[in-house]
């Protein structure tokens, strides 16, 4: 199925199942390979998957500007970057915790 047949049938709910499983099937290993590229494995299908989750829950409502594998590969780099965000902002969490568990640890040796 051509993709704008997909956004067709996605805007008219006919035929919309086969649609997204014809959009899944097509897509979702290049999107995959794309998503490895900034994540591991495990958050590469954790991303891919809530791609599609999102845009079966708003398939009534998707405006694609360019075309279908731009606005897919688009919303997985977006994800992607939002995850190596979270998962920095934890790390830094982490660290600062640390140090002030170190710094406890020294005080209390000094008052001993």
Known sequence: MEDLAILESFRTGV????????????????????????????????????????IWNNRAVIVVDRSVPHYLFSMVRHRALNTIRKKN????VTDMLQEIRKEDMEENAFDA
């Open 15 to 54: 035929g919309e199942k086969d649609a997204f499983d014809s959009l899944f099937r097509k897509y979702y290993p290049q999107m995959c390979v794309y998503a490895h590229r900034f994540v591991d494995m495990v958050e590469t299908e954790d991303i891919v998957q809530e791609c599609f989750v999102w």
């Open 89 to 92: 902002i934890g790390q830094k």
